[in-house]
């Protein structure tokens, strides 16, 4: 299971949003690039950047500093937020990026997706966020009346082989992923899916790595790495060493443990 650190820029600086709300926002550093190779250090095997500007007006604003950041860091960076066309796919795929994301794209102009997953095949994936189960587009803005699933069932006919899924609702507010939805849209297609939205704490960590089976097979992290609520070395070395029967050991355990020190269980 692979844990993906989140950078959100926007006007340049390092920021967190809840649930997409750009009035809710919260400055985490006024350098991007620092808190990237933080992410390096700290042992993440890649790193993924959004351009929340572009996001909104449909052209990526801060990729100067989004390709800086690739060429500094020796892990892979998949990035978002604006890419609407081929041109702009190009200029990002050939200044180093490791994975796009197409998000607004897919429902607006599926020809375009089309052409990009014949061009760069497993380095295209789509974002699918959804709000109640419907798909966001447009920076989170608008809500379509397609579902999540629908979406999911469409790209996969394309060729699309990795989708990020995000509640928008669970999104930077702490609170615990949609397991429920993570899972029905993983049991859906035959794709990988990277969870995103909501990963708070070390139980959240276990419970995504239970969805392996069902196809998911990573998890962005954000809000929570910045807060200090999730240890991202932690969180690596859970992913890595989780066994499904982890949970029922580590209960036994403290049930053990409880007995001896005559605590009341």
């Known amino acids: 299971m692979l844990i993906i650190p989140a950078i959100d820029i926007r006007k340049g600086r390092c920021i967190r949003l809840a649930q997409g709300n750009l009035r809710d926002e919260t400055i985490f550093s006024e350098e991007p690039e620092g808190v990237a190779k933080l992410w390096q250090l700290k042992g993440a095997k890649m790193l993924h950047v959004v351009d929340i500007d572009g996001a909104v007006t449909g052209i990526p604003k801060n990729l100067d500093i989004v390709l800086k950041i690739v060429k500094t860091l020796r892990i892979p960076v998949e990035f978002g937020g604006g890419i609407r066309n081929i041109e702009t796919l190009d200029k990002i795929m050939n ?15 599926t020809d375009f ?45 394309v060729g699309v082989k990795t989708i990020l899924f995000t509640d928008i609702e669970k999104d930077g507010m702490l609170s615990g992923p949609n397991f429920k939805n993570t899972k029905e849209l993983a049991q859906a297609v035959n ?3 990277i969870a995103s939205g909501g990963v708070t704490s070390i139980d959240d960590v276990e419970n995504l790595c239970a969805l392996e089976k069902y196809g998911v097979s990573g998890m962005v ?3 929570s790495l910045y807060t200090g609520n999730l240890d991202l070395k932690k969180a690596i070395r859970l992913a890595k060493e989780y066994q499904p029967s982890d949970r029922r050991t580590r209960k036994k355990k403290n049930l053990i443990k409880a007995r001896k020190s005559g605590r009341r269980i």
Do not use: C, P, Q
């Open 95 to 109: 200044g180093g990026v490791e994975r796009a994301i197409l998000g607004t794209s897919v429902i607006s102009n």
């Open 113 to 157: 997706l089309k052409e990009a997953v014949d061009k760069y095949k497993h380095r295209i994936m789509v974002g699918i966020d959804a709000k109640k189960g419907l798909v966001a587009v447009k920076g989170w803005k608008e809500v379509t009346n397609k579902r999540a699933v629908t979406i999911a069932k469409e790209v996969e006919a």
């Open 221 to 223: 992290i954000g809000k």
């Open 191 to 193: 794709m990988e899916v």
